[in-house]
T-cell receptor, first 112, second 115 residues
Framework: SQQGEEDPQALSIQEGENATMNCSYK?????LQWYRQNSGRGLVHLIL?????REKHSGRLRVTLDTSKKSSSLLITASRAADTASYFC????????????FGTGTQLKVEL | DVKVTQSSRYLVKRTGEKVFLECVQD?????MFWYRQDPGLGLRLIYF???????EKGDIPEGYSVSREKKERFSLILESASTNQTSMYLC??????????????FGPGTRLTVT
């Protein structure tokens, strides 16, 4: 079953613009993670935010978490063509231990 | 540097064949995972292992089995491949519970086609 749903499914922007992706989930979480996948490749971990955190930054990435709305957003500032990829949110459920449950992803295209 | 490798990038098999997908990690991680990825469905967990010879079913284990005889190696087995198992298969590993990070490290994936 899908825990996370990303919105939008696809996003196309110009280089230099900001890109925002949203993730909603259904049940209580321990943490939420964002991953990037370049076409036909494995996933790369970007950032993790714990359930008691509201905002986190890493370079050009900013993640927010609203546990009352069961939602998270990933903001990529000053996007580059190299940011073109699919982005997935993944949750570790409270008491879920090892398991990551992934959403269906947002395809981001950054055009020159 | 962290590394997860998978035995093949592309694989074509016939219906009914037994298929082995191999995954090796060099990070001494306790936990290893197999996912399949299909368009519109995201990643779905097939099986995971939290220690040598230990395994647990994920969300979609039917038609698959796994083997973990050594800590660094986790194999996914399709006993009798079917066309609905055509997919991208991704292996991942993670450090043991209690460590700081829940981050999973992924291999490059194996695109399996069953004809």
């Amino acid at each position: 079953s899908q825990q996370g749903e990303e919105d939008p499914q696809a996003l196309s922007i110009q280089e230099g613009e900001n890109a925002t992706m949203n993730c909603s989930y259904k049940t209580s979480i321990n943490n939420l993670q964002w991953y990037r996948q370049n076409s036909g490749r494995g996933l790369v971990h970007l950032i993790l935010i714990r359930s008691n955190e509201r905002e986190k930054h890493s370079g050009r990435l900013r993640v927010t978490l609203d546990t009352s709305k069961k939602s998270s957003s990933l903001l990529i500032t000053a996007s580059r063509a190299a940011d073109t990829a699919s982005y997935f949110c993944a949750t570790v459920l409270t008491g879920g231990g090892n398991k990551l449950t992934f959403g269906t992803g947002t395809q981001l295209k950054v055009e020159l | 540097d962290v590394k997860v490798t998978q035995s093949s990038r592309y694989l074509v098999k016939r219906t009914g064949e037994k298929v082995f997908l191999e995954c090796v990690q060099d990070m001494d991680h306790e936990n290893m995972f197999w996912y399949r990825q299909d368009p519109g469905l995201g990643l779905r967990l097939i099986y995971f292992s939290y220690d040598v010879k230990m395994k647990e079913k994920g969300d979609i284990p039917e038609g698959y089995s796994v083997s973990r005889e050594k800590k660094e190696r986790f194999s996914l087995i399709l006993e009798s491949a079917s066309t609905n198992q055509t997919s991208m298969y991704l292996c991942a590993s993670r450090d043991r519970d209690g460590r700081a990070s829940y981050e999973q490290y992924f291999g490059p994936g194996t695109r399996l086609t069953v004809t």
